[in-house]
């Protein structure tokens, strides 16, 4: 199947098969209405070519179902107004738009919620507190949760919307044998698990006539198969598509990082459904996607769509694609900020976007990626550009020591050297320049035993490095900036080369250094630097 071929969902169209995937954002209000940031957001993603957009998840009520600060809720007609507009924007694209409903239940952050959190059992698997077991007629109020939110959605002019069945949430929760443990009609068989989750359907779809899908975690990496999962998708009776993704709480889920192979959750799925199905996981390139679309009808992107929201055009163009490298840092980070991405600096920002176009020759000194990333924003500018360099192409991201960081990290110099060829951007060894874009930060190598107090990545590579001679400790904070998939790897990674981890309050750290300057940060700099040369002779360039 070919990945601009139109699709059907129920009897709407799809101008191809690339859909972008439903992402935590945090960048909507605090009282989850729409802002023109969220819809800048979304826009730049039905601009860059995909078929199908799903908003980030929306909780369904403001008394117990909200997992996220500043999440996206449907929850108000006076949400109307922007989440129209919303939805005009993507339709003037040519794109479609479903939302994504969600109640969080056992998940949910009292500190976002007004009632007692509940879950289908009390059980004490969750990350805030053992939630109430729910009554029967908790159940019910819930359904009638989802089926007013989807009248919402459909009075906003979404396309459909999707059941967020996946990751832990409430619809989960009742499907997973390890967190149901009713004894009622609503447990002790999969029949009745799947029990709620085809109710709500059936209830949309008697009332509103658009299609309803749901996300489904194929498999739990700390409970069911694949098996499982592919049975529990067979009971989803009238759903007009399953979207797999994969996880419940701990790592990897869908956002697997480097550590993991591409298209994890796709080669899990051993046979076919019965219904339209979508494959999320760890869709990085061109060849990803035409992989999950010999056996899917739909591929979403989900990180990728961050790294690069042009992704589906420059598929279509043969472009170089800004990669996704599976770092898990910037977009990850959604316990204290917005989503952004570590190498698209863009993510999150895009309603300040502008590329005011200038006239005239810059030189930039260093090819690093602060350098690179100089280059490029400077020949968007309109501006014909030089770079400078006589150490190698990349700087210090060619040190990187980690193999499987290294495989996905090097793509990112992949980018620049096609990009900056597209752009006419002419590297050279020797000569002046007008803009000097070293590193802001350059970390000292180590050797010998050492113990490591740091968040700082290049210490983590070093560890690995040295432990094959040496004895190294680590302190368990260094690995705090590190999102829990990435961590977990590494921690088993690094204790088979013989590191020892201590707690931070009980040993005394030789090497303690918490000043992380990592690819973003090298990024800004090089814009910024761009920037202020600019303002500085604007004149000159006009």
Request: glycine content about 8%; overall charge neutral; hydrophobic content about 35%.
């Amino acid at each position: 199947m070919d990945l601009f071929e139109p699709g059907n969902i129920g009897n709407l169209e799809i101008k191809n098969r690339m859909v972008m995937a439903p992402m935590i954002s945090n960048i909507c209000n605090p009282d989850g209405s729409i802002n023109e940031n969220y819809i800048y957001y979304m826009e730049r993603r039905a601009l860059g070519g995909f078929g199908l957009l799903i908003t980030e998840y929306a909780y369904i009520n403001d008394e117990n179902s909200k997992g996220s600060p500043n999440e996206l809720g449907i929850i108000s007609k006076s949400y109307l107004p922007k989440m129209k507009r919303l939805t005009d924007v993507i339709h003037g694209h040519g794109s479609r738009i479903f939302t994504q409903l969600v109640h969080a239940g056992g998940k949910a952050n009292p500190d976002y919620n007004k009632r007692m959190i509940f879950a289908p059992s009390s059980l004490n698997e969750y990350p805030f507190l053992r939630p109430d077991e729910m009554t029967v007629n908790d159940i019910e109020s819930v359904e009638e949760d989802f089926l007013r939110a989807a009248r919402l959605a459909y009075r906003a002019n979404f396309d459909g919307i999707e059941i967020h069945g996946a990751h832990g949430y409430l619809i989960q929760e009742f499907i997973s044998k390890d967190l149901n443990k009713r004894n009622d009609r609503y447990g002790g068989s999969l029949e009745n698990n799947v029990r709620i989750a085809n109710e709500i359907i059936d209830m949309i779809r008697a009332e509103l006539d658009f299609p309803v899908g749901i996300r489904l975690s194929l498999y739990e990496d700390e409970g069911y198969g694949p098996d499982y999962g592919i049975k529990a998708a067979r009971l989803i009776k009238n759903a007009d598509y399953v979207h797999f993704s994969a996880g419940r709480s701990a790592p990897p889920g869908s956002s697997a990082p480097f550590y993991y192979e591409r298209n994890h959750i796709y080669k899990r799925i051993r046979e076919r459904i019965d219904k339209k199905t979508m494959v999320v996981g760890s869709v990085i390139d061109i060849n990803d996607a035409r992989t999950v679309l010999e056996g899917s009808d739909f591929v979403v992107f989900g990180r990728a769509s961050l790294a690069d929201p042009f992704l589906p055009e420059k598929f279509r163009r043969n472009l170089p694609l800004r990669p996704c490298i599976r770092c898990n840092q910037a977009c990850r980070d959604l316990s204290r900020g917005e989503a952004r991405c570590t190498v698209n600096v863009e993510t999150g920002l895009e309603s300040r976007i502008k590329y005011k176009k200038y006239h005239g020759e810059i030189s930039i000194g260093g090819a690093g990626i602060k350098g690179l990333e100089a280059a490029l924003y400077a020949s968007k500018l309109g501006l014909n550009v030089y770079i400078y360099d006589n150490y190698s192409f990349g700087g210090q991201i060619n040190e990187i020591y980690d193999e499987y960081k290294k495989r996905e990290f090097m793509n990112l110099l992949k980018y620049y050297e096609s990009a900056l060829k597209i752009n006419n951007v002419k590297i050279e060894h020797e000569g002046s320049y007008d803009v000097l874009c070293k590193p802001d930060k350059v970390y000292p190598d180590i050797d010998g035993d050492v113990s490591i107090d740091s968040n700082v990545y290049k210490y983590h590579d070093l560890a690995l490095k040295i432990a094959l001679k040496n004895h190294v400790i680590m302190s368990y904070r260094s690995l705090n900036s590190l999102d829990r998939s990435r961590a977990d790897f590494y921690t088993k990674m690094a204790t088979r080369l013989g590191i020892e981890f201590k707690s931070d309050y009980d040993f005394e750290f030789v090497l303690i250094d918490r000043d992380q300057y990592d690819i973003r940060k090298a990024m800004e700099s090089g814009r910024n630097a761009i920037e202020r040369y600019i303002m500085e002779r604007e004149n000159e360039f006009l």
